[in-house]
């Protein structure tokens, strides 16, 4: 039988009191193993509360560089954190939330990864690949050994709702499609719907998809072993 390993990685952890409760209650309650820390926003302090008390869920940095929003036809800034052309203000921002984690979590991140996948463009993507390096952990896009699969998703790259994909069934094809190795799942499950996003509606979905017992029936009978970043990284 063919090896499949699979890490259920919720981005957004700290960006609001809903967004915590949601990625909480799916590592509980569903097949969450991992999520990813934004150490800019007022509820990042309750995140790294709550994963102090979760020990097995592995937390990694989500790099908020600045949000985008596609409206009227084009994108838009929602926020820019520092000019998305400026590598050294790119470099600066990044260590200053690499040390925001370090101070609320008390350790280094176990994987990276960023906000709207801004590090997957220059200047931003040689800043975060040279910090995954010296920090010895894998880095989304950028790690041969993690497949990453976005396909958990339920708007289309402009923003409009892809039908059929936040279902239970749309899951369950998702992961019997899993190829052999390790893959990461990227979700955003959400409790309430406290934040201003284009992705607001769908976050409860996620979760009650990410808990429902079909789910974990499907990887049981399909073979799939579930993972955390823990003990991915290079360093001890």
């Avoid at 820019?80 to 101070?103: C, H, K, M, W, Y």
């Avoid at 429902?212 to 001890?236: M, N, W, Y």
């Amino acid at each position: 039988m063919t090896t499949r390993h699979l890490i259920v990685n919720a981005d957004d952890f700290g960006q609001s009191h809903g967004i915590n409760r949601g990625i909480v209650t799916a590592h509980e309650r569903g097949i969450v193993t991992s999520t990813s820390l934004m150490v800019r926003w007022p509820a990042a302090a309750e995140a790294a509360a709550l994963a102090r008390i979760h020990p097995r869920l592995s937390v990694g940095l989500h790099v908020d560089l600045g949000e985008w929003a596609h409206r009227d036809g084009e994108w838009v800034a929602v926020y820019e954190v520092i000019p998305p052309d400026d590598a050294t203000a790119g470099a600066e921002e990044v260590n200053r939330q690499l040390a925001a984690f370090r101070s609320l979590m008390g350790r280094d991140p176990t994987h990276l990864d960023s906000h709207q996948h801004v590090h997957r463009r220059e200047p931003a993507r040689t800043v975060l690949v040279e910090l995954a390096a010296e920090l010895g952990v894998p880095l989304r896009h950028c790690d041969a050994a993690v497949h990453y699969s976005g396909r958990f998703y339920g708007q289309d790259e402009d923003g409009s709702p892809l039908p059929g994909v936040l279902t239970v069934e749309g899951l369950l094809r998702i992961l019997a499609e899993l190829p052999a190795g390790l893959t990461e799942l990227a979700c955003h499950p959400g409790q309430a719907d406290d934040l201003e996003t284009m992705y607001r509606a769908e976050r409860r979905a996620e979760l009650d998809i990410l808990c429902d017992p079909r789910v974990r029936q499907a990887l049981d009978t399909l073979g799939i072993e579930l993972r955390s970043f823990h003990g991915l990284c290079a360093k001890p």
